[in-house]
């Protein structure tokens, strides 16, 4: 069964600031509804890499806003390497360091871990606060699919490096 999937907006999808979206961008929608439900089933969906001139090559069509079909020129394999790259390109990443640091002590408050997670959501930029709440919905999924084995810890040390960006000094 082919997929109706909505066309890219015109412009640059790759490497803008979260901010520079009106709304949820369609290249991360039409990723999730690429790779759900028959892409979850993909043995190393997102851990396997695919091949990295043809990603290049994948970004740079969808960056021109041309219409895009997905199930017909690309793999589960590339679409998830184009998910992480494009959340790893963003010019701010979708978690400043101030929202980890918030997330990070959530785990030990006393008020409760969801009323201080839903407080540290809010004070995301909307679009970046959308893009997560999809995102973390969406590995669930996939780390709910056993065919894929691919782990919630896995998923972690997967997605980790494309969310958030740590000062190094």
Do not use: H
């Amino acid at each position: 069964a082919k997929r109706i999937i909505r066309p890219l907006a015109v412009g640059k999808v790759f490497g803008k600031k979260i901010e520079e979206f009106d709304d949820v961008p369609d290249f991360f929608i039409n990723c999730i509804t690429y790779l759900d439900p028959e892409g979850l089933k993909e043995e190393g969906l997102f851990r396997i890499s695919a091949d990295l001139e043809r990603v290049q090559d994948l970004r740079y069509e969808i960056d021109s806003g041309d219409e895009f079909d997905y199930s017909e020129r690309m793999t589960y394999t590339e679409c998830g390497s184009l998910l992480k790259l494009w959340l790893r390109t963003l010019a701010n990443p979708l978690l400043s360091e101030t929202a980890v640091e918030a997330f990070i002590r959530t785990r030990s408050t006393a008020r409760g871990f969801v009323p201080e997670v839903q407080r540290t959501m809010a004070r995301l930029p909307k679009v970046a606060s959308s893009v997560l709440k999809i995102l973390c919905f969406f590995l669930k999924r996939v780390g709910d699919t056993v065919e894929n084995r691919m782990s919630p810890d896995g998923l972690a040390i997967v997605f980790a490096p494309n969310l958030f960006r740590i000062d190094e000094d």
